[in-house]
């Protein structure tokens, strides 16, 4: 099993400029989520997804949009990229009958928005 | 006022030290807690589930009062390799998963 895989792992975006992040899991999770996290501020949650075609907002949601219209797949959609979208992005998943509830993260994107 | 909170460190010690974080969340209704272990420019990943009677696997020891609303972490004879960012995470039901903001452990030969 490949697990949790992210690309792009680096992107420098213009300010204004859109991009989707792409995130893939193969462990059959139900759960999907989104985060950024920015130095001091921990991991904040964007966007989740509980199935397929089911999505919700986390947050911090505002300048991103998510969809999930299989199991496997969760992108991540900037609409406008700003500079204070400038973070580390990782896409996580969770399985409701893992043992804990354990998420497991993708390597992460790492965005600098100009 | 955060709802994990944790001293963000960093804490540097020598080969063989025993180590302890702290951290405490404010929902009293939170459900699981976990140890999360980041190393630089990596993903987290889970270094141990948190349980109401405390517990241990090897060098590292979690403890959980809810009382107190408290989690901590021992780590003793500290290695280099455990150099990293502990974050302490709470799930607050369902999927609803808080974290820490971490805190920075050096370990020095």
């Known amino acids: 099993n490949a697990g949790v895989t992210q690309t792009p792992k680096f992107q420098v975006l213009k300010t204004g400029q859109s991009m989707t992040l792409q995130c893939a899991q193969d462990?059959?999770?139900?759960?999907m989520s989104w985060y950024r996290q920015d130095p001091g501020m921990g991991l904040r949650l964007i966007h989740y997804?509980?199935?397929?075609?089911?999505?919700d907002q986390g947050e911090v949601p505002n300048g991103y949009n998510v969809s999930r219209s299989t199991t496997e797949d969760f992108p991540l959609r900037l609409l406008s990229a700003a500079p204070s979208q400038t973070s580390v992005y990782f896409c996580?998943?969770?399985?409701?009958?893992?043992?804990?509830?354990?998420?497991?993260f993708g390597p992460g994107t790492r965005l600098t928005v100009l | 006022r955060k709802e994990v909170e944790q001293d963000p460190g960093p804490f540097n010690v020598p080969e063989g030290a025993t180590v302890a974080f702290n951290c405490t969340y404010s929902?009293?209704?939170?459900?699981?807690f976990f140890w999360y272990r980041q190393d630089c420019r990596k993903e987290p990943k889970l270094l141990m589930s948190v349980y109401s009677s405390g517990n241990e696997d090897g060098r590292f020891t979690a403890q959980l009062n809810r009382a107190s609303q408290y989690i901590s972490l021992l780590i003793r004879d500290s290695k280099l390799s455990d150099s990293a960012t502990y974050l302490c995470v709470v799930n607050t039901g369902g999927f609803k998963t808080i974290f820490g903001a971490g805190t920075r452990l050096f370990v020095k030969a």
């Open positions: 997804s509980v199935g397929a075609g089911i999505t």
């Open positions: 462990m059959n999770h139900e759960y």
């Open positions: 996580a998943s969770m399985s409701p009958a893992g043992a804990n509830n354990e998420q497991f």
């Open positions: 929902n009293s209704a939170s459900q699981s």
